[in-house]
């Protein structure tokens, strides 16, 4: 079993529809993290938090760290939203950074 | 401000060669890590270095791979010997700090793409 599972895997969605991603996390961290990756392109850093909510123009980062889990919402969502959202987390022992296997995302017009 | 840069952005090498990966970190920052991403699969953790020091390499390969940050230019990621199953997007990473305990979040390269003929 993975150390942070996410859900959906593939998600499609209309233009201006509301989206959110799931993340649950089996390991003791210090803080997560959701990337954004485009189609043979980098890793851009979304959010980094380790308590409540974050809020970063249309998009919003929750985590409940008791129930060990995150959700990222796309509101007002945008073709050039699509691609692969990953979540990881830090770990608050040793050094490890463990990645989900990432829910990629089509906002079709 | 420059951010990571890795080079190069695809590297093709045919099985028994070596394949030499680099990444210079954002300007300030002392912190390197490389992460493996094989096709279809998720990130996976390599080696966590700091100026000189490897400080966790517990997801390294035990043979063939190597990691280093010189006091001088950038980090290195060496594959000797590369096989088929190498063929990866090899991503860096750098922070100031160490990590989310320092408040600090990683900021990640382009990636190189490795392919092996």
């Known amino acids: 079993k993975n150390e942070v599972e996410q859900s959906p895997q593939n998600l499609t969605a209309q233009e201006g529809e509301f989206i959110t991603i799931n993340c649950s996390y089996s390991v003791g961290i210090s803080a997560l993290h959701w990337l954004q990756q485009h189609p043979g392109g980098g890793i851009v850093s979304l959010f980094m938090?380790?308590?409540g909510k974050k809020k970063h123009g249309r998009l919003i980062a929750t985590i409940n760290i008791q129930e060990k889990h995150s959700s990222l919402h796309i509101t007002a969502s945008h073709p050039r939203d699509s691609a692969v959202y990953i979540c990881?987390?830090?770990?608050?022992?040793?050094?490890?950074?463990?990645f989900g296997t990432g829910t990629s995302l089509t906002v079709i017009p | 401000n420059a951010g990571v840069m890795q080079n190069p952005r695809h590297l093709v090498r045919r099985r028994g060669q070596e394949a030499r990966l680099r990444c210079s970190p954002m300007k300030g920052h002392s912190h390197v890590y490389w992460y493996r991403q094989l096709p279809e699969e998720g990130l996976k953790f390599m080696v966590y270095?700091?100026?000189?020091?490897?400080?966790?390499e517990s997801g390294m390969p035990k043979e063939r791979f190597s990691a280093e940050f010189p006091k001088e230019g950038p980090s290195i990621l060496r594959i000797q010997q590369v096989v088929r199953g190498d063929s990866a997007a090899y991503f860096c990473?750098?922070?100031?700090?160490?990590?989310?305990?320092?408040?600090?979040?990683?900021?990640f390269g382009d990636g190189t793409r490795l392919s092996i003929l």
């Open positions: 270095l700091q100026k000189e020091n490897i400080i966790d």
């Open positions: 938090l380790s308590s």
């Open positions: 990473a750098s922070s100031p700090l160490r990590g989310a305990r320092n408040g600090q979040p990683q900021h």
């Open positions: 990881a987390v830090d770990s608050n022992t040793g050094n490890q950074f463990y």
